[in-house]
């Protein structure tokens, strides 16, 4: 009768450690694709594509996937170190003020693991300069330097 109780038991304490079968909850059906930042497997061309497009259409949180952990952020002269996250509030508050109509590259540039490019940013308000300055860390392209400044 004691084996059979150990068994029970044994057999109630394995289930409470059972993985979810497709009827349950599983937290790894999230979608996200939304919010995903880019793959650590970008190309130059992608990276660049990706600014390209979220700067035109004024997408901060884009723009933000591809912050390091920290950001030389400089907007109309206020230039501060913030957080990725930090940067990318005073981006978008910048996109709210000056609504984004067009974004072309107009040089850029490469030095061993860092790039470059500056581009022109028409607004509703007027055109500014952007200077973005990233570097790679592994197969990952992050910017450490963003510069919008009056052109």
């Known amino acids: 009768m004691k084996k059979l109780i150990t068994v029970m ?9 059972a993985q979810p079968t497709s009827g349950d909850i599983s937290m790894d059906k999230i979608d996200s694709a939304a919010t995903a930042a880019p793959s650590p497997l970008q190309t130059q061309q992608t990276f660049e594509n990706g600014l390209i ?3 035109k259409t004024g997408n901060a949180e884009r723009i933000a996937a591809y912050f390091g952990e920290n950001v030389d952020l400089s907007i109309l002269g206020k230039t501060n170190l ?15 003020d000056h609504s984004p109509n067009d974004f072309v590259v107009i040089h850029k540039g ?8 500056i581009g022109e940013l028409k607004t509703a308000d007027g055109t500014y300069r952007v200077t973005i300055n990233s570097k790679t860390e592994g197969n ?12």
Request: net charge neutral; aromatic share 14%; no cysteine.
């Open 140 to 151: 990952l392209k992050v910017i450490n330097s963003l510069t919008v400044a009056e052109n």
């Open 110 to 117: 490469q030095a061993k693991a860092s790039q470059y490019f």
């Open 82 to 96: 913030y957080s990725s996250s930090q940067a990318q509030q005073i981006l978008q508050h910048f996109f709210t």
């Open 53 to 55: 497009e979220a700067f």
């Open 9 to 17: 038991l044994l057999s109630l304490g394995s289930m409470a450690f």
